[in-house]
Nanobody, 129 residues
Framework: QVQLVESGAGSVQSGGSLRLACAAS????????MAWFRQGPQSGREGIAC???????NYADSLQGRVSISLDRVEKTLYLQIDNLTPGDTGMYYC???????????????????????WGQGTQVTVSS
């Protein structure tokens, strides 16, 4: 059974950085793609970044250059590094995972929430000006 547990919640000032972690277990990484999402106080769930089974990454244009997604297969942890934080980054951050079908290339991943069926409980990030 897939289990995802986020950590790294915090309150930071604008310009600061955070690294979020998602402890992932119960699946074989080469068969899955994963992603980070966030949901602001008055917005829907937005896909920030995803990582494919072969390690290929994809980022939302709005955050390109400020975020980095990585997967440590030894520690079984998915990370999201966010730099130069602004109040607009405030929200709940979720990690998600989905087993890829036999027809899905190992280099492909998704940032659409509809493509995921396993979610963590979320971790709160608050950025003050």
């Amino acid at each position: 059974q897939v289990q995802l547990v986020e950590s790294g919640a915090g309150s930071v000032q604008s310009g600061g950085s955070l690294r979020l972690a998602c402890a992932a277990s119960g699946f074989t990484y080469r068969d899955y793609y994963m992603a980070w999402f966030r949901q602001g106080p008055q917005s829907g769930r937005e896909g920030i970044a995803c990582i494919a089974a072969d390690g290929t990454t994809n980022y939302a244009d709005s955050l390109q250059g400020r975020v980095s997604i990585s997967l440590d297969r030894v520690e079984k942890t998915l990370y999201l590094q966010i730099d130069n934080l602004t109040p607009g980054d405030t929200g709940m951050y979720y990690c998600a995972a989905r087993r890829r079908s036999p027809y899905t290339s190992s280099w492909w991943c998704s940032r659409s929430s509809a493509d995921f069926d396993a979610w963590g409980q979320g971790t709160q990030v608050t950025v003050s000006s």
